[in-house]
């Protein structure tokens, strides 16, 4: 399976900022995913992102509050915009492996903590 | 859109059998897939299920899938503490996984 690596691996932040994660993966792969994983909760798709096309959203979730690059198939990167507290979670990149759509991997996550 | 459904909490001792149990709504769901999360770490994938298949075994786990009842089950022979840890189950087609609440198992020594 692929080697997926994030970063920040955590991050605090104050309210009214941003912050962008980054997701790297060491082989080139079609789909990329977004995840949250609110605090003692479990995984809610963000969106999906695809090199070279806008990213789909999820009911819920809007381009203005969490932009979306990706601008190659190893790379990508979820931006949280004017955060609150409610914004505090697990952000958490997947990507479904390049010979098998149906094995989803995920990286670490990014925990974020907006005070 | 799916609905996965799970326990929250199993306790075991170490040397037992669990057994984690899920259902889902979706019965369009081609794959279902069981997930361990371990404190203060990402998810991994611990195996999956075609929904044309009623079980799979991979070493100490066995998955049994009851399409009738849309029923998803994870047994984990001979439990060790290093299985403690989070469960999700989840089901979905291509491209897009939708997870259960997932359930924390606890393994006694």
């Known amino acids: 399976s692929a080697v997926i690596s994030q970063k920040p691996s955590r991050d605090i932040c104050q309210r009214g900022t941003s912050l962008t994660i980054q997701c790297q993966v060491d082989?080139?792969?079609?789909?990329m995913f977004w995840y949250r994983q609110q605090p003692g909760q479990s995984l809610t798709l963000i969106a999906t992102?695809?090199?070279?096309?806008?990213?789909?959203?999820e009911s819920g979730f809007v381009i203005d509050k969490f932009p979306i690059s990706r601008p190659n198939l190893t790379f990508s990167t979820l931006t949280v915009s004017n955060m609150s507290p409610e914004d505090s979670s697990i952000y958490l990149c997947?990507?479904?492996?390049?010979?098998?759509?149906?094995?989803?991997?995920f990286g670490p996550g990014t925990r974020l903590t907006v005070t | 859109g799916e609905d996965v459904e799970q326990s929250l909490f199993l306790s075991v001792r170490e040397g037992d059998s669990s057994v984690i149990n899920c259902t889902y709504t979706?019965?369009?769901?081609?794959?279902l897939y069981w997930y361990k999360q371990e404190p203060g770490a990402g998810l991994q994938l611990l195996t999956y299920?075609?929904?044309?298949?009623d079980m799979k075994q991979d070493q100490r786990l066995t998955v049994l899938l009851n399409k009738k009842d849309k029923h998803l089950s994870l047994r984990i022979a001979d439990t060790q503490t290093g299985d403690s840890a989070i469960y999700f189950c989840?089901?979905?087609?291509?491209?897009?996984?939708?997870f259960g609440t997932g359930t924390k198992l606890q393994v006694i020594p």
């Open positions: 997947s990507i479904t492996a390049w010979d098998s759509s149906y094995e989803q991997y």
């Open positions: 082989s080139q792969v079609t789909m």
């Open positions: 992102a695809n090199q070279g096309s806008e990213a789909t959203y």
């Open positions: 979706d019965s369009s769901s081609t794959y």
């Open positions: 299920i075609f929904s044309n298949m």
């Open positions: 989840a089901g979905g087609g291509y491209q897009k996984v939708t």
